[in-house]
């Protein structure tokens, strides 16, 4: 499987950006996709994650309420719908994507994603 993000760029505090990624290859092997960012100094961390099967949604404490990742099936497609980005928001973010039949409590762990695109730079003005 291969991922593409995009959408990343600059954008003031208080302000929305969209990022997106598209799959291609064996889709048919993902169960579940997700997004995770790296900080400038600091370690990558969990943002959001969906499974393509029943749409179940998951969010870090620091995005919810304000990002919103969503999934076109039929376009291969997942998303990142930032609201109300702050300066602590700034990272290269990734789209991951997990393979199928592995338990459910791996979506928010970014050790056991299968599959990682390029990062898109989201960079947040104070």
């Known amino acids: 499987v291969q991922l593409q993000a995009s959408g990343g760029g600059f954008v003031q505090t208080g302000g929305s950006l969209r990022l997106s990624c598209t799959a291609s290859g064996r889709t048919s092997s993902v169960y579940a996709t997700g997004w995770f960012r790296q900080a400038p100094g600091k370690e990558r961390e969990f943002v959001a994650s969906i499974m393509w099967t029943g749409g179940s949604t998951y969010y870090a404490n620091s995005v919810k309420g304000r990002f919103t990742i969503s999934r076109d099936n039929a376009k291969n497609a997942m998303y990142l719908q930032m609201n109300n980005v702050k300066p602590d928001d700034t990272a290269v973010y990734y789209c991951?994507?997990?393979?199928?039949?592995?338990?459910?409590?791996?979506?928010?762990?970014?050790?056991?994603?299968?599959?990682w695109g390029q990062g898109t730079l989201v960079t947040v003005s104070s």
């Open positions: 991951a994507a997990l393979r199928r039949f592995r338990p459910s409590d791996w979506v928010i762990d970014e050790s056991r994603y299968d599959w």
